[in-house]
């Protein structure tokens, strides 16, 4: 365990050197230190070009044996998953490591007597509740293949996903709690279902007691873990066969199917999980702040649903492979109100608490003292994902919920890279407001100009890309292999494209700066939407904000700013606002990345992931408002109408 545990500066800098240096004898190591059925015989095969991507060839484990059993002999009676409900007055569940093995191997049995195989697809579209778990779990230990489709989603959106992965077998539940609002996620099943012949059976599990009716080949949940054991062997897996599929929408065409294997996701979840959280079992081992629960695991609590690669890698794989206790939350920030989540952190004591930018700017404008009623003295590592944090949610963060005390791990990463590939290591290497900071062991990022030419030295700016493999790399798309080679293989030869622009300070410290699709050229300059938003966002009076580019007849495009204010109070003079944020862009970046147009809005739409959808305000500003594409994924639809009535 030595080597997978990266307890200080100089410990980074050696595990770094050695994966690039000696790619395959380090991975090889750190797969070491999990329980394998047989041992690989080659640790890495790879071509870009292909592009084809091997790790650990011919190895055969079980994920959950890694995630439940191992951890029996040491851990048996330590708390595994924390259940919180939506409403905090339901009662919280504790499941220890014993209780989790023996429920994932009664489901297991539950999903083999109803007709799923090794290769099967399973579909999955639960709310957040234990149960959740314990179907991607199960699927796990028999080698089925679990598609966790998010809970918010449209029967549209649901049956195109069963299709694409002709799924055998679709759970679900009565209905999901979200705040003072009810899911009906089996009438939304069922709609989905009329148009998805592959299904042969659904499980479903009851939550919020709804009256609702089975039809054929549809059985109650609670039924099925009746009839059978707890006794479920772990079915012998190749490393390269695949664990899961999960969805991410491409800025075109239908969603792809990200395919992740068993070997490589699970190392790398694993390993980027304990280092850069500097999660650990033992208290006594860990720096920081003063605790009494000495020898107590650390409580880890993520934020994110386990319908998002976050969730799948960073609240159920990547905590449980190390034996952690990990927190699933099945409500949301507001509810019953915005000290939910602290109140959450002061109850389970959480220690690691892993968020999005979206979470905190949308806590910062609501709940300034909030934060200050709750303790939050366990808190050790806070951590962000999903978008570039702008500066001033970064010192909310930091001020109200870290004390100042707090490392901010700034995790950059994607669907398709299955887990951490640049961020900070919590308190052993350093943070930087709004920089990811470095690579992680094993990653080797570049920044390439508009050529493809790597651009040696520092300080440099470009697109990033990534020219080795690491384990936890999305090895296709399901059922499109061409496509995977085409959106991240094929932009620049023989390296992986993550569709994400970058700069590099003095020290090598990496800023994302947005997807490169969101750069737009005015009068010929390269302008980063984040970094402008970013500026915007520090206006004492703005709350949130999203930069667009529009036609111009002279400059080519001009930008067009939405703006949301934190007090929706029209009282303030709209006009001179727009000067104030006009002056401090030009300030701190210069004439040129003014907005030609500002629109204050009440609401941005955003998808289900908290992420901006900029290609529905991209069509307002520009005028084109007759096809805005699907907005079915928007977790606020009904604001769109609002800024198209209200456009400039
Ligand atoms: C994990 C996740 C991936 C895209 C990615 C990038 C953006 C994620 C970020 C970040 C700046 C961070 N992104 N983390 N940008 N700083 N710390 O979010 O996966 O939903 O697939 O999104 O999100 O643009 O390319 P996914």
Redo the contacts with the bound molecule.
């Keep these: 365990m030595q080597r997978f545990q990266i307890n200080s500066y100089h410990e980074y800098e050696k595990a770094y050197k050695d994966s690039v240096e000696n790619p395959e004898a380090f991975w090889d190591e750190i797969a070491s230190s999990f329980l394998w059925k047989k041992k690989w015989t080659k640790t890495l095969e790879w071509d870009f070009t292909k592009p084809e991507v091997k790790w650990f060839v011919n190895g055969k484990l079980n994920i959950t044996e890694n995630c439940l059993d191992r951890h029996l002999e040491e851990r048996a009676n330590q708390t595994a998953l924390i259940f919180e409900p939506n409403s905090p007055n339901e009662a919280a569940q504790y499941f220890t490591y014993k209780a989790l093995h023996s429920k994932v191997c009664q489901f297991a049995n539950v999903l083999k007597a109803n007709g799923i195989k090794k290769g099967d697809r399973v579909c999955i579209y639960m709310p957040m509740v234990p149960e959740l778990t314990i179907a991607v779990l199960a699927c796990a230990r028999i080698g089925a293949v679990h598609s966790v489709v998010f809970g918010g989603f449209s029967s549209s959106a649901l049956a195109a996903r069963i299709n694409d992965a002709q799924c055998k077998m679709l759970l679900t539940a009565d209905g999901g709690f979200r705040g003072d609002k009810i899911t009906p996620l089996k009438a939304i099943a069922d709609e989905a279902l009329q148009s998805c012949p592959s299904i042969e059976k659904t499980i479903v599990l009851k939550r919020v007691l709804s009256d609702v009716a089975l039809k054929t080949n549809q059985v109650w949940w609670h039924d099925e873990i009746k009839k059978v054991d707890d006794n479920c062997p772990a079915v012998e897996i190749d490393a390269e066969d695949m664990l899961f599929i999960l969805y991410?929408s491409g800025s075109t065409g239908k969603p792809k199917g990200m395919v992740h294997t068993c070997g490589g996701y699970m190392v790398y979840t694993a390993y980027t999980f304990r280092n850069v959280f500097q999660y650990r079992c033992d208290r006594t081992q860990r720096y920081g702040r003063e605790d009494t629960r000495a020898s107590m695991p650390d409580v880890y609590w993520c934020t994110a649903d386990i319908g998002?690669?976050?969730g799948h890698s960073y609240i159920v794989y990547g905590p449980l492979a190390n034996g952690a206790t990990t927190v699933m939350f099945e409500g949301i920030p507001s509810y019953p109100d915005y000290g939910r989540f602290w109140e959450i952190c002061e109850k389970h004591r959480v220690n690691q608490f892993y968020t999005a930018p979206t979470a905190i700017r949308a806590l910062a404008k609501n709940t300034v003292n909030l934060a200050d009623n709750y303790n939050l003295k366990h808190i050790k590592t806070l951590g962000?994902?999903?978008?570039?944090?702008n500066l001033e949610a970064w010192n909310w963060y930091n001020d109200y919920v870290g004390k100042g005390k707090c490392p901010i791990v700034?995790?950059?990463?994607?669907?398709?890279t299955g887990g951490i590939m640049i961020?900070s290591l919590a308190g052993v290497t350093n943070d930087k407001p709004t920089y990811?900071t470095l690579p992680l062991p094993g990653v080797q990022p570049v920044l390439l100009d508009e050529k493809g030419n790597e651009i040696q030295g520092n300080p440099a700016e470009g697109i990033l890309a990534i020219k080795f493999p690491w384990p936890g790399l999305a090895r296709t798309i399901y059922g499109d292999h061409q496509r995977y080679k085409n959106v991240y293989f094929s932009a620049y030869k023989g390296k992986y494209f993550?569709?994400?622009g970058a700069l590099r300070d003095k020290s090598g410290n990496y800023r994302?700066t947005?997807?490169v699709d969101d750069v737009i050229i005015v009068s010929g300059h390269n302008l980063g939407t984040a970094p402008i938003e970013d500026i915007i966002d520090e206006h004492p009076l703005v709350a949130e904000s999203a930069i667009v580019g529009f036609p111009h007849d002279i400059k080519g495009n001009a930008l067009y700013g939405y703006v949301t204010l934190k007090d929706s109070d029209n009282s303030y003079n709209h006009d001179a606002l727009r000067k104030e944020i006009n002056q401090l862009i030009s300030d701190s970046i210069g004439p040129i990345a003014k907005l030609e147009k500002i629109q204050f809005t009440d609401g941005l739409p955003k998808t289900r992931?908290g992420?901006i959808m900029r290609r529905i305000l991209r069509k307002i500003a520009e005028k084109d408002t007759s096809n805005l594409g699907d907005t079915s994924t928007l977790l606020n639809p009904e604001c769109v109408q609002d800024i198209m009535d209200n456009a400039l």
């Excluded at 700034?410 to 398709?416: H, L, M, P, S, Y």
Aim: charged share 20%.
């Design positions: 991410t998002w690669i976050t962000t994902v999903g978008e570039p944090i700034d995790t950059w990463w994607q669907t398709e961020s990811a993550p569709g994400d994302i947005g997807r992931s992420k």
